[in-house]
């Protein structure tokens, strides 16, 4: 089939979308390719119809284990042979699926990027009819990225075993010196870039400065029709706000990553089928997710850059019909987000402490070269060592770039508990099985919220507290999840520690302190970014956002704040720059009373005058002195 035939039959398309075409058939000539295509703007057509076409199976590497596992029940459904090798999975498993990929006519094996450098894999790989490989979040492999991720940048490694086989590379967002950094990385012969415009015309961008949140939210969801997307930093405020918004009449609920598979899917398909209009969650949910309709989008807490942002607000309006994109904001924000900033960078002194815990916690000497794995559970090494996990995060992450030490995918995948009882069916429970009662109270002692949410358990912790081996709160848990008066979700493969190369003295651990401090500054640069356009009041929202990504020339949307608020003083971007180059002039050469300044600018409208002049005084450009004269600020 030709490539029209193969969107049409399997997605029932009968054009490609602007840009579509052209990155196919670059992938059909066999050149590696980047495609920045926004989010919505239909990356996967693009390496799933070229690999149609062609004789054999295309490699797909993901970060995102969920995203895997639903464009693999996409293309199932569509009659198309896919699978995905993912944590979890039994040795067995993975074994299986990797003999299918070899010997059946699978199309797709999806991986994450950890998996390329097991040895396993590569060799099932080295024995595949390799067509194509695909990357997807392309972004995480450059360091000079909004999501760097050190285990992309082995991606490159596996082209000495699939030689001959393209590349296309996939992202929404990317500035400049990562799309150069991206084919450095991947080793493209020659550069080969397809851009798409960021502009979104059909997206109203707006930042609301409050300090009552909560009832800015509620205003703003019930001024617009259509389903809702509300984002936030952290699982529990998922539920919160639903809370909230369920009192408030919304038919309302809520997703974290936290949550069981089966809830997952059953709370995205109720979102997708309009069975409930606001969905509040973390940002693990809407990748891959194709729901055109989205008419708001809202940013309960301001993400870490313009890339994240712009991302997420992408959600919006792939329909093209007008949608909007607020993000709440207060200036106590900013105090968090540069102190949540610090965190993430650990000084060289708590990262060798963690390194020296690590060691000490697995009883490895220095010079031991044993290469091998060991269970992790950060919650008890960090009770035994007394250190934060808001260090040993981080200082793992820079360990691990270190080559000193390697984290399993499913890191943060504990173990989680949730009542299937209510208050009096479980007192019910008790009374007529003793033998439960002094257990029961336990988890209900140790853990709060466990009869409304999946809340994570340390097994080891409670053993600690009855005094008993591990084994029998196993034992526990597993009998009354039998029983269904619990959901136990227990930890489908223990997360592991590797020490990747030879224990060394904390004295000697290597680090590129200029890599470092090039990563700070840079995360740094896009936080100051983010908080730019957040207390831009200047800028029309949407020139601001396609500046950042190098895209200029554009016109101003007039539907964003800024430009609303312009239009009822009857300016544009241009007139109000000019506006405060001329008020900078004046005042550089003399400092000037308001009342001056208004005469001195005559024919330009008194209202105009005063907003420029309330913003150059807000944004510390312009500042009174003692006589009630404007001067400039140095």
Same mark, same amino acid.
């Given at each position: 089939m030709t490539k029209q035939e193969i969107l049409h039959h399997y997605w029932g398309h009968a054009a490609f979308r602007p840009l579509q075409d052209d990155i196919i058939n670059s992938v059909l000539d066999g050149k590696d390719t980047l495609a920045l295509l926004p989010t919505g703007g239909g990356k996967s057509i693009c390496f799933q119809v070229p690999a149609l076409m062609k004789d054999g199976i295309c490699l797909v590497i993901s970060p995102l284990i969920a995203l895997m596992k639903d464009q693999v029940e996409?293309?199932?459904?569509?009659? =198309? #042979?896919?699978?995905?090798?993912?944590?979890?999975?039994?040795y067995r498993e993975i074994n299986l699926t990797l003999d299918n990929c070899i010997h059946g006519d699978f199309k797709f094996l999806y991986l994450s990027p950890e998996r390329l450098k097991s040895d396993l894999v590569r060799e099932r790989i080295s024995q595949m009819n390799v067509n194509l490989l695909a990357i997807d979040e392309a972004h995480c492999i450059s360091q000079w990225g909004y999501d760097f991720r050190p285990e992309y940048l082995q991606i490159?490694?596996?082209?000495?075993?699939?030689?001959?086989?393209?590349?296309?590379?996939?992202?929404?967002?990317?500035?400049?010196?990562? =799309? #150069?950094?991206i084919q450095v990385q991947l080793k493209f012969p020659h550069q080969n870039v397809f851009i798409k415009s960021f502009e979104r015309s059909n997206i109203a961008y707006v930042v609301n400065t409050v300090e009552n949140k909560n009832q800015r939210l509620i205003q703003i969801i019930s001024k617009v029709k259509g389903t809702v997307l509300v984002y936030v930093r952290n699982r529990r405020k998922t539920q919160d706000l639903a809370q909230l918004l369920l009192h408030n009449g919304e038919r309302v609920d809520y997703y974290h990553a936290g949550l069981p598979h089966h809830i997952r899917i059953k709370k995205q398909d109720d979102w997708i089928q309009n069975k409930i209009r606001v969905m509040v969650c973390t940002n693990a949910f809407g990748m891959g997710i194709d729901k055109p309709d989205v008419r708001l989008v809202v940013h309960y807490e301001i993400p870490e850059s313009l890339e994240s942002y712009y991302q997420e607000a992408g959600r919006a309006g792939r329909d093209e019909q007008k949608s909007y994109c607020v993000l709440l904001f207060n200036h106590a924000d900013e105090l968090e987000?540069?102190?949540?900033?610090?965190?993430?960078?650990?000084?060289?002194?708590?990262?060798?402490?963690?390194?020296?815990?690590?060691?000490?916690?697995?009883?490895?000497?220095?010079?031991?070269?044993?290469?091998r794995s060991f269970d992790f559970d950060i919650a008890d090494f960090c009770k035994k060592f007394n250190l934060e996990a808001t260090v040993v995060y981080p200082s793992l992450k820079i360990l691990k770039q270190c080559d000193l030490i390697m984290m399993s995918e499913n890191f943060y995948e504990p173990s989680k508990i949730k009542f299937l009882l209510n208050n009096e069916q479980l007192y019910k429970f008790q009374v007529e099985h003793p033998s439960y009662d002094d257990f029961v109270k336990l988890l209900l002692r140790s853990y709060g919220g466990v009869f409304d949410q999946y809340i994570i358990i340390n097994e080891k912790l409670l053993a600690q507290r009855i005094t008993q081996d591990v084994s029998i709160v196993n034992q526990f848990l597993n009998k009354l999840n039998t029983l269904q008066v619990i959901d136990y979700q227990k930890q489908k493969d223990t997360p592991q520690i590797t020490f990747t190369s030879q224990r060394i003295d904390v004295a000697q651990i290597s680090f590129s302190k200029a890599l470092l401090k090039k990563r700070k500054e840079i995360s740094t640069s896009k936080l100051n970014a983010m908080l730019a356009y957040a207390n831009n009041s200047i800028v029309c929202r949407s020139k601001k956002l396609l500046t950042y990504f190098d895209e200029f020339g554009g016109t101003d949307c007039g539907v964003c704040d800024v430009c609303l608020e312009r239009r009822k003083l009857g300016m544009n971007d241009d007139e109000f720059e000019g506006i405060m180059d001329r008020i900078k002039t004046i005042v550089v050469l003399k400092h000037t009373s308001l009342n001056e300044l208004i005469i001195l600018l005559k024919g330009i409208k008194e209202e105009n005058i005063l907003e420029a002049v309330r913003y150059l005084l807000d944004n510390d450009k312009l500042q009174y002195n003692s006589a009630q004269q404007l001067e400039w600020r140095k």
């Open positions: 996409n293309l199932n459904k569509r009659g =198309i #042979k896919a699978k995905a090798i993912y944590s979890g999975m039994s490159a490694e596996i082209r000495t075993v699939i030689k001959n086989v393209p590349i296309l590379a996939l992202t929404a967002t990317a500035t400049p010196d990562v =799309i #150069k950094d987000a540069q102190q949540r900033l610090e965190i993430s960078f650990p000084d060289e002194a708590e990262i060798r402490r963690v390194y020296q815990a690590l060691s000490n916690y697995y009883a490895v000497p220095v010079g031991a070269d044993i290469n």
